[in-house]
């Protein structure tokens, strides 16, 4: 029987800000850009506190797109690890590949889980697209919809939408 409960968290929008570029918001380009979403660094350490394991799941295309370098992903992921309660960081670096880990498809929900011995009716996903929640739903989680300003309504229902990240406290905890 799976013994942990865990906060999945998609990465950029929900981790980190993003910027606009070619039309749709994207990652920061180096450490120059890097910069957290207000109030993920408190809201990860009461979800620590409170017992929830947290892992990271982001799909990464501009990888293959050949807009950035693997080292720089890299480079955002090993200061995530050092500075959030962040067990583990799960990254799809394809771009429209068939693939099992990129979101909308639960490939890297379900890898978390067996890593981890998660126990998914327990479990929660924290993202700001569309693809995240199908995911989270495909997954068995619940999900939470952080809705920005550039964002477009889900396909599907998310259990909650906020628009802070500090609105999880009522929601999670």
Known sequence: MPQF???FLDRDGVINRTY???GKQRAPQDMSEWAYVDGIQEVCALLRE???LLLCCT????VARGWQAREQVDEFHARILAELPVARI???FHDDEPCE???PKPGMVLEGARDFDVDL???WLIGDRDKDIQAGRAAGVRCVYLRHPY??????APDYEITQLDELRAIIL
């Open 151 to 156: 964002d477009q309504e889900p396909s599907c």
């Open 5 to 7: 409960k865990a906060v």
């Open 121 to 123: 009716s327990q479990s």
């Open 90 to 92: 799960y990254s799809c």
């Open 50 to 52: 409170r017992g929830y």
């Open 59 to 62: 799909n990464q295309p501009d």
């Open 101 to 103: 880990c990129r979101k």
């Open 20 to 22: 606009l570029r070619r």
